[in-house]
T-cell receptor, first 113, second 109 residues
């Protein structure tokens, strides 16, 4: 979706290094989400935000932290990357708080060696 | 607890009709979503049902029965470009989406 970008799109990093993924949206949406997607699993929620400086944990938050200092940016940090965090990470926003349907960014493929 | 199930993989023929089922268990319900995801790409929104019944949108239709915890996505006049994974998700009482693992649909000529 043109309104949501993620950076980087691909990253290879070593175990134990910190990594930050960025999600940027241009449409002033209040809700933003970080998911990971792994084979055999559905999308799993890591953290979400419902406004600037308002964040909460999802189902698989251990080893991850987030920050939202501006409406348009939602950052996901892996404090000390592990091989189990090798995954595809998607950011999403909610365009309408009537149906709460989510729209996704293009994803970041992260490999931890 | 919350759970959502859908078949892992289905195969269908170009031009045919296919129905992808989804069952869910939840203590709170605020809607059922279907998304399409092509390999290597992000999920894209297909449909939303919050009331029982059938919602039709072109070649795609989605059905919901809240009392049975059941939904299906119906794809008609299948085209090769419909080869993708189809993700079912229900929205719980906290407005969070609970996702199934997805159904990989393979279309054969």
């Amino acid at each position: 979706d043109a309104g949501i970008t993620q950076s980087p799109r691909h990253k290879v990093t070593e175990t134990g290094t910190p990594v930050t993924l960025r999600c940027h949206q241009t449409e002033n949406h209040r809700y933003m989400y970080w998911y990971r997607q792994d084979p055999g699993h559905g999308l799993r929620l890591i953290h979400y935000s419902y406004g600037v400086k308002d964040t909460d944990k999802g189902e698989v938050s251990d080893g991850y932290s987030v920050s939202r200092s501006k409406t348009e940016d939602f950052l996901l940090t892996l404090e000390s990357a592990t091989s189990s965090q090798t995954s595809v990470y998607f950011c999403a926003t909610v365009r309408t708080e009537i149906t709460y349907e989510q729209y996704f960014g293009p994803g970041t493929r992260l490999t931890v060696t | 607890g919350q759970n959502i199930d859908q078949p892992t993989e289905m195969t269908a023929t170009e031009g045919a009709i296919v129905q992808i089922n989804c069952t869910y268990q939840t203590s709170g319900f605020n809607g059922l979503f279907w998304y399409q995801q092509h390999a290597g790409e992000a999920p894209t929104f297909l449909s939303y049902n919050v009331l029982d019944g059938l919602e039709e949108k072109g070649r795609f239709s989605s059905f919901l029965s809240r009392s049975k915890g059941y939904s299906y996505l119906l794809l008609k006049e299948l085209q090769m470009k419909d080869s993708a994974s189809y993700l079912c998700a229900h929205m719980d009482s906290n407005y969070q989406l609970i996702w199934g693992a997805g159904t990989k649909l393979i279309i054969k000529p």
